[in-house]
């Protein structure tokens, strides 16, 4: 890899599309836009403003860095595939970072990462634990949290975290899903299919 390798990264696990250009260990470009829907229809586009603001082709990057979650289910398959499918096409490393990660680059050392999560819930990771969905004020119980209100902190976190695992990449992003998804299946009966 170059001296200064170019990482692309992305996340839209909550209530935004964000992403930030990483060269070498300075952030060149970040951008967060807010929306609670729309993310799949805006993440290209912005992402493409954000290589056109930095000077930078797609072919440049060395990297992509995306948030895996937890959070949003629809929000997670978005960034997730879109990485995958660019790293394919661009012949480069996708490199995934859960929300716990990114916050833990952030969070003073004494204090837990925490992640907000719908219906006075949380998302927490500690020490030598599996992640859980906790009610809030249970949360509490496990010392100070530490909850990142800046989504543009948060994607130039993950930007940092890949450009430092892009040289021994693991295996493509998957979603990290600690809850089950709201939607159930169909209960309706699949169609008869015919034979012709």
């Known amino acids: 890899m170059p001296s200064e390798p170019i990482i692309l990264a992305f996340d839209t696990s909550a209530a935004h599309c964000a992403a930030a250009l990483l060269r070498g260990d300075d952030i060149q470009s970040a951008r967060v836009e807010a929306m609670t829907r729309g993310q799949a229809e805006r993440l290209m586009p912005l992402l493409e403003e954000l290589l056109t603001d930095s000077n930078c082709a797609w072919s440049d990057l060395d990297a992509i860095g995306v948030g895996t979650g937890p959070g949003n289910f629809t929000g997670i398959r978005i960034s997730v595939s879109a990485a995958r499918g660019l790293a394919l096409g661009l012949g480069v490393p996708a490199i995934g970072v ?99």
Do not use: M, N, W
Not at 109 to 126: K, S, T
Not at 149 to 176: E, F, G, T, W
């Open 98 to 196: 859960t929300g716990f990660e990114a916050l833990s680059r952030l969070a003073p050392q004494d204090q837990l990462a925490a992640i907000p999560a719908p219906r006075e819930q949380i998302y927490v990771h500690p020490t030598g634990q599996d992640p859980q969905l906790i009610p809030q004020d249970a949360a509490a119980k496990l010392g100070q949290l530490f909850i990142c209100d800046d989504p543009k902190d948060h994607v130039c976190a993950i930007a940092h975290i890949a450009a430092q695992r892009a040289s021994d990449p693991a295996s493509p992003p998957a979603p990290l899903y600690i809850r089950a998804a709201d939607a159930a299946p169909s209960k309706d009966r699949p169609p008869v299919l015919l034979d012709e």
